[in-house]
T-cell receptor, first 116, second 116 residues
Framework: AQSVTQPDIHITVSEGASLELRCNYSYGATPYLFWYVQSPGQGLQLLLKYFSGDTLVQGIKGFEAEFKRSQSSFNLRKPSVHWSDAAEYFC??????????????FGSGTQLTVLP | DTAVSQTPKYLVTQMGNDKSIKCEQN?????MYWYKQDSKKFLKIMFS???????INETVPNRFSPKSPDKAHLNLHINSLELGDSAVYFC???????????????FGPGTRLTVL
């Protein structure tokens, strides 16, 4: 069965520092991979996604992620964190179940705290 | 201009009551979902509808009944509410076929349900 692991429950960084959030997946075929961000009291916003092609994908708000098949990873990075980036980050893998719907399996999330 | 909207945003009710959460999307998508986010922020799919047809029905108590009157709406009705139903419920919709929206799920702002 497919699964997504985000090994870091909570990460704290200083504003202006670089950031890397880890995501490992388990899936039998080529996965569709996503990163979503959830700000306090808000819904989930899509940051970026990987379907195929270039393994380094760019997203919104200056985020990027790199798909590494050999490591089954899709880590999220940002070179310089802003205080507004403080939020919960979710990695997800998309996979087709029966029918035409596509299902997402989410990781448990990483809470990011940004220090001034 | 909200793509995926949910009402209400907050719902506080007593155990044993019946309540409904409404979801509407104006993206023209064919597929809609309901997710439950528990107190530990873990997101799990509950249901998925494609063209008003139930596609995914995860292990959810039959007190939960989704209803899709048309492709743009997927409502969630909950009977005999229990304390353990307290959570944030997210609606999402997914694009079909071509374009940048393919295989991407867009989430609503969530409904925080508190059962007393």
């Amino acid at each position: 069965a497919q699964s997504v692991t985000q090994p870091d429950i909570h990460i704290t960084v200083s504003e202006g520092a670089s950031l890397e959030l880890r995501c490992n997946y388990s899936y039998g075929a080529t996965p569709y991979l996503f990163w979503y961000v959830q700000s306090p009291g808000q819904g989930l916003q899509l940051l970026l996604k990987y379907f195929s092609g270039d393994t380094l994908v760019q997203g919104i708000k200056g985020f990027e992620a790199e798909f590494k098949r050999s490591q089954s990873s899709f880590n999220l990075r940002k070179p310089s964190v802003h205080w507004s980036d403080a939020a919960e980050y979710f990695c997800a893998v998309g996979h087709p179940p029966l029918g035409s719907a596509r299902q997402l399996t989410f990781g448990s999330g990483t809470q990011l705290t940004v220090l001034p | 201009d909200t793509a995926v909207s949910q009402t209400p945003k907050y719902l506080v009710t007593q155990m044993g009551n019946d309540k409904s959460i409404k979801c509407e999307q104006n993206l023209g998508h064919d597929t809609m979902y309901w997710y439950k986010q528990d107190s530990k922020k873990f997101l799990k799919i509950m249901f998925s509808y494609n063209n008003k047809e139930l596609i995914i029905n995860e292990t959810v108590p039959n007190r939960f009944s989704p209803k899709s009157p048309d492709k743009a709406h997927l409502n969630l009705h909950i009977n005999s509410l229990e304390l353990g139903d307290s959570a944030v419920y997210f609606c999402a919709s997914r694009g079909k076929g071509r374009g940048n929206g393919t295989d991407t799920q867009y989430f609503g702002p969530g409904t925080r349900l508190t059962v007393l």
